[in-house]
């Protein structure tokens, strides 16, 4: 499987962003996907997830209320809509795909990753 991200850029506070990730490989409709984001000089974190069928997600804690993960099996894609972004929201924006149908927001439990997209919140 491969998966590059795209949507990242530079937004004001406040502002929302919609993070794509499409991906290759005729299995991807059967993968959890997620988004994770790394921020410097911190370790990468878990942003939110989704099973295959979309029919289970989690989110951290951080972005509840403000983010929403979903997917699209026939277009190979899973997104990330984010709202009300904060300063604290500047990162690299990873997707990533865990070949078993269970939400997981352990990193290491996700085989593929894609080359990350720059977000950043400032004014």
């Known amino acids: 499987v491969q998966l590059v991200e795209s949507g990242g850029g530079l937004v004001q506070p406040g502002g929302s962003l919609r993070l794509s990730c499409a991906a290759s490989?005729?299995?991807?409709?059967?993968?959890?996907m997620g988004w994770f984001r790394q921020a410097p000089g911190k370790e990468r974190e878990f942003v939110a997830a989704?099973?295959?069928?979309?029919?289970?997600?989690n989110y951290a804690e951080s972005v509840k209320g403000r983010f929403t993960i979903s997917r699209d099996n026939a277009k190979n894609t899973v997104y990330l809509q984010m709202n009300s972004l904060k300063p604290e929201d500047t990162a690299v924006y990873y997707c990533?795909?865990?070949?078993?149908?269970?939400?997981?927001?352990?990193?290491?439990?996700?085989?593929?990753w894609g080359q990350g997209t720059q977000v950043t919140v400032s004014s």
């Open positions: 990533a795909a865990h070949k078993l149908p269970l939400i997981t927001i352990v990193t290491r439990n996700y085989e593929y």
């Open positions: 989704i099973t295959w069928r979309g029919g289970s997600t």
């Open positions: 490989g005729r299995t991807f409709s059967t993968y959890t």
